[in-house]
């Protein structure tokens, strides 16, 4: 049997709605064998992840998502099989987080002057412990009235050039992609369908970003269709590129889609796990075990 990969997600540590152990489960129930945690800029949930999945039999991959500004864009770089505890990368991803919070003072301050008061406020509370991010913002907008889901607030308040956005210099590609690889993981572009680059630019981002060392590129992710997907796998042949899969799950009603839908990668691809050992394996039997009792 074929072991099913889902190599992005999100828990409360950062902008997903579901713990890293309830995340652990649900990737569980829903067939995954091989899950990646990758909060945006923070490793906290890893250890707690880690936890759950021995107890459900599935195998965690230590990830992380990081945001870089790339040609004045913003673009995500994923790290697979990070280590956690690599100093230089727990250091520039708690300077990540200070950034963040001082951006959504600025996002705060930006709405209050359309009329929004306590956008701040009311972000922090719904992220508790967790890093600041726009999605924060947009729950309370969304909660307040004023507007009718996630998708609509963002259009009308959270991207470029509307009220509630504060402009913001994440990390260089180049420092990105040495964090993630110098503590013994890989890098991957996230879901490259997102950022309508044009092709010049997906051509100039892929030979910078396979000169800093980086691995993969996510060929397979809810947001990507189907002609995506060979569009990609062709890109990441020719750049010589490994290719991963994943389902960038957030939560249930604000993700694309739910966990262990995901398609294989097509036949022509290099996976990302080709060289991993093959713990998943141990797992699966594991899974089957716990299944059969
Ligand atoms: P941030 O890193 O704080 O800028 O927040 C970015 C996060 O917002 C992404 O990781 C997505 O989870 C979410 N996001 C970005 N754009 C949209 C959108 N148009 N609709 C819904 N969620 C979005
Ligand atoms: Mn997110
Ligand atoms: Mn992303
Ligand atoms: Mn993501």
Not at 140 to 159: E, P, R
Not at 183 to 206: F, K, Q, T
Request: hydrophobic share 45%; proline share 3%.
């Amino acid at each position: 049997m074929s072991l099913i990969y889902d190599l992005h997600s999100h828990s409360n540590i950062s902008d997903g709605l579901l713990s890293p152990a309830e995340l652990v489960a649900h990737a569980a129930q829903h067939g995954v064998n091989v899950l990646a945690l990758t909060d945006h800029d923070d490793l906290s949930g890893l250890a707690l992840a880690q936890e759950a999945a021995t107890l459900h039999g599935i195998q965690l991959i230590n990830g992380v998502e990081i945001s870089v500004t790339w040609k004045k864009r913003t673009l995500h770089i994923v790290g697979l099989n990070i280590d956690p505890e690599f100093l230089a990368l727990k250091t520039a991803l708690a300077q990540v987080r200070i950034a963040r919070d001082l951006r959504a003072q600025q996002m705060g301050e930006a709405l209050a002057k359309v009329g929004i008061l306590n956008a701040y406020a009311g972000a922090k509370l719904l992220a508790k412990q967790s890093i600041m991010t726009r999605v924060h913002f947009a729950r309370f907008l969304v909660a307040n009235g004023y507007a009718k889901d996630t998708k609509a607030v963002f259009k009308k308040y959270l991207v470029r050039g509307k009220p509630g956005f504060a402009e913001q210099q994440w990390m260089d590609l180049a420092q990105a992609v040495d964090l993630i690889t110098a503590s013994g993981g890989m890098a991957v572009i996230a879901h490259p369908g997102r950022y309508d680059l044009g092709s010049v630019n997906m051509l100039e981002l892929l030979h910078e970003f396979r000169s800093y060392g980086g691995a993969a590129i996510e060929v397979v992710t809810s947001s990507h269709t189907p002609p995506q997907y060979q569009q990609f796998a062709k890109l990441a042949h020719q750049f010589g590129l490994k290719s991963s899969i994943g389902s960038d799950y957030h939560g249930q009603g604000i993700s694309f889609m739910e966990m262990g839908r995901l398609a294989d990668l097509p036949s022509n691809c290099v996976p990302v796990w080709q060289d991993w050992p093959q713990h998943g394996l141990v797992n699966n039997g594991l899974a089957n075990i716990s299944a059969l009792s």
